[in-house]
């Protein structure tokens, strides 16, 4: 018991919850888990067990449903202290781990390349980075086009391409190399120096007023090449609480599958596309 709530101890401060008072508020207290803090506290200081009920709810507040690798150590300390580790626990971690398991076997290699690629691709703008492009539509699309291709590009014919004006892609092009992202040569070409990798804005990202303009420059975009390509909804009556909690890890795990589709070569099919993950509340009920 003392193992599994170390290692909750240890998740809950890596997820940024200094104590467990505020991790228990931050997901909506006991509205969210279903218990009481008290209940809660004992479980993190190694008094109990949390039911399976409320391990659902520990492991969706620490974003481990669909993380199997940072699930799988608090999962098999909460096993070993629910049978009392006991050899039924060794034989039920020996059947699951063994055998054919075709669905296992079939996305585990996946998850892992997948892992493997994000971490090897990461990086992480500065703050002052992010401002430069999440600034306006110019810097989007000056760092948008040369993250993606590895070509060298002009003012000039970056606004061919995107339709805004050479003066103001040639200033932010200025800003983006000053910054350390871009490289000009000696016949004004610009390239990036980090071509090809996984691009994470700073901490805060940009201000909720330039993620709405935007949002309406790509829907402006998008209706002059077909509008909506695919939509697709859901109305559902649900526990708002619950959803802040397990809508990013869904959100998160598409996404991440979607940007193995990137792809630094022009074909006679490639384009720019804007997907977006949304849900609203609509009517409190």
């Not at 201000?207 to 998008?222: K, N, P, Y």
């Not at 708002?240 to 630094?264: C, H, M, N, V």
């Not at 022009?266 to 997907?275: Q, R, Y």
């Amino acid at each position: 018991m003392k193992n599994f709530a170390g290692i909750l101890r240890g998740l809950r401060l890596d997820a940024g919850h200094k104590t467990p008072r505020r991790f228990f508020l931050a997901q909506g207290g006991r509205a969210f888990f279903g218990c009481t803090y008290r209940n809660y506290a004992n479980i993190e200081y190694g008094r109990s067990l949390p039911s399976p009920a409320l391990m659902e709810k520990i492991a969706a507040a620490l974003r481990l449903i669909s993380d199997d690798a940072r699930a799988r150590p608090l999962l098999s300390a909460y096993l070993r202290a629910l049978l009392g580790g006991t050899s039924l626990f060794d034989h039920i971690l020996r059947a699951l781990g063994r055998g054919p398991h075709p669905a296992a076997d079939r996305w585990s290699p996946m998850r892992r390349a997948l892992e493997d690629n994000v971490r090897s691709r990461a990086f992480s703008l500065t703050r002052d980075q992010t401002d430069a492009v999440a600034g306006s539509i110019e810097g989007h699309w000056a760092f948008g086009v040369l993250i993606h291709d590895g070509g060298r590009w002009t003012a000039k014919r970056l606004a061919q391409v995107t339709g805004l004006r050479a003066d103001r892609l040639r200033r932010v092009l200025a800003r983006l190399t000053k910054l350390g992202l871009f490289e000009r040569d000696s016949e004004g070409g610009y390239h990036c120096r980090h071509h090809g990798k996984d691009f994470h804005l700073a901490k805060g990202g940009m201000s909720q007023a330039r993620l709405d303009a935007l949002r309406r420059h790509f829907v402006e975009a998008g209706e002059k090449h077909g509008g909506t390509k695919v939509s697709r909804f859901l109305c559902l009556r649900a526990s708002e609480r619950e959803l802040q909690a397990y809508l990013p890890q869904i959100f998160e795990a598409s996404f991440k599958e979607l940007g193995l589709l990137s792809t630094d070569e022009k074909s006679e099919d490639t384009a720019f596309f804007h997907v977006e993950a949304v849900y609203r509340k609509i009517l409190p009920f």
